[in-house]
């Protein structure tokens, strides 16, 4: 694992661990997506309002501790930050909140939605004639909502070659209604799809790097929990769980635990 993105998993448990709050799982899955997508595009932590950036909306909203975790590690605000996670008058709640969170462009939590608001946004770059582009993540779970696929119509048909989709497939939807064969789903919409390991961090550069004419959409073929296998190997249990002081302990040793 990249050291980074396991410092960024311990950050996650210890703020979870201190407010009593947090998707764990569902935030794991996402992290090497979330450097990868920090590291390819256009932005600035010292100017986040730069005119010209490049934005990400974290669509599967409920996955904000690994949002955050992302952007303190790069230096949008201090790790020490997250650890009043969903407190009182916290700028940091369970869903981020784009006018108190640095760095968080769209106030996202009703699944479904980030992906229009994406849509949106790289429509309206593409009038006022930006070169700024457009990356949001969803989950498998997520994409049993229909607004997911009117918003990837609407942007196929407005041809938004500066939209990337990064479909988070962490296997959660098994507790709802099946969506198989993503890669072909998106294809039949008419975007320009590729699957990637989710947990390859320079795999996923180089697939966010990519140019095409057509929207782009990276299946990140993911694990729920991935970095500790207690969070893998009892993702139900732990969909929204925070970790006592003895169970911190355990998967802080599983986290650091040499790889085999």
């Known amino acids: 694992m990249d050291p980074r993105c396991q410092s960024i998993r311990a950050n996650i448990l210890k703020a979870s661990h201190s407010s009593g709050h947090g998707?764990?799982?569902t935030s794991f899955s996402i992290i090497e997506c979330l450097v990868a997508v920090y590291e390819v595009m256009r932005h600035d932590p010292k100017r986040p309002d730069w005119a010209e950036r490049d934005k990400f909306v974290l669509s599967k909203g409920h996955a904000s501790l690994g949002y955050y975790g992302v952007l303190s590690a790069f230096d949008y605000f201090p790790a020490d930050d997250m650890l009043n996670f969903g407190g009182f008058m916290s700028n940091y709640?369970?869903?981020?909140d784009r006018l108190k969170a640095r760095g968080v462009e769209a106030s996202t939590g009703s699944l479904g939605h980030g992906i229009g608001i994406a849509a949106g946004m790289a429509l309206g770059a593409k009038i006022n004639g930006s070169q700024s582009r457009v990356y949001t993540l969803i989950g498998d779970g997520e994409s049993?909502?229909?607004?997911?696929?009117?918003?990837?119509?609407?942007?196929n048909n407005n041809k938004l070659d500066n939209l990337t989709i990064i479909y988070d497939h962490n296997k959660s939807q098994v507790r709802c209604l099946p969506l198989d064969k993503p890669v072909?789903?998106?294809a039949s919409?008419?975007?320009d799809v590729e699957m990637i390991d989710?947990?390859?961090?320079p795999a996923l550069k180089m697939a966010l790097g990519k140019r095409s004419d057509r929207v782009r959409v990276i299946v990140a073929d993911s694990i729920k929990g991935y970095g500790c296998q207690t969070l893998v190997d009892n993702m139900h249990e732990w969909h929204r769980k925070s970790p006592n002081a003895e169970e911190l302990g355990k998967l802080m040793e599983e986290l650091y635990a040499p790889a085999v």
């Open 93 to 96: 709640g369970c869903h981020a």
């Open 144 to 155: 049993n909502e229909g607004s997911v696929w009117e918003a990837v119509m609407v942007a």
């Open 23 to 25: 998707h764990i799982p």
């Open 184 to 186: 072909e789903r998106f």
């Open 189 to 191: 919409f008419g975007c």
């Open 198 to 201: 989710g947990h390859d961090l």
